[in-house]
Nanobody, 132 residues
Framework: QVQLVESGGGSVQAGGSLSISCALS????????MGWFRQAPGKEREGVAA???????SYVDSVKGRFIISKDDAKNILSLQMNLMKPEDTGMYVC??????????????????????????RGQGTQVTVSS
């Protein structure tokens, strides 16, 4: 049974940085497409970033150049380094794991439900708050 546990959320001022992580247990992270989505109160879930099993990465436009998704296959850990943070980055960040039939479905965090539906495994989330 695959389980995902996030850690590292918290509060930061605009312009600051924060790193969050996700530990996968029950299988090897190297065989999965991994990703993050976020949800703010009153807003729809938004795909943020994804990383394929081979290490290719993809980001939604609003975080490109500011966020870095990475994984450590040996430690079974996914990370998201968030820099130059903005108040609109505030939300619950949830870790995702899945095995889409095509990598392009993994690397499409902008694709709304089509992206999110590729990930049957989800963590409980970690709260990130950015103050202005």
């Amino acid at each position: 049974q695959v389980q995902l546990v996030e850690s590292g959320g918290g509060s930061v001022q605009a312009g600051g940085s924060l790193s969050i992580s996700c530990a996968l247990s029950g299988d090897l992270i190297g065989s999965y497409c991994m990703g993050w989505f976020r949800q703010a109160p009153g807003k729809e879930r938004e795909g943020v970033a994804a990383i394929g099993s081979g290490g290719s990465t993809s980001y939604v436009d609003s975080v490109k150049g500011r966020f870095i998704i990475s994984k450590d296959d040996a430690k079974n850990i996914l990370s998201l380094q968030m820099n130059l943070m903005k108040p609109e980055d505030t939300g619950m960040y949830v870790c995702l794991a899945g095995r889409p039939r095509e990598e392009k479905l993994c690397l499409a965090p902008w694709a709304g439900y089509i992206f999110l539906s590729q990930f049957p495994y989800r963590g409980q989330g970690t709260q990130v708050t950015v103050s202005s």
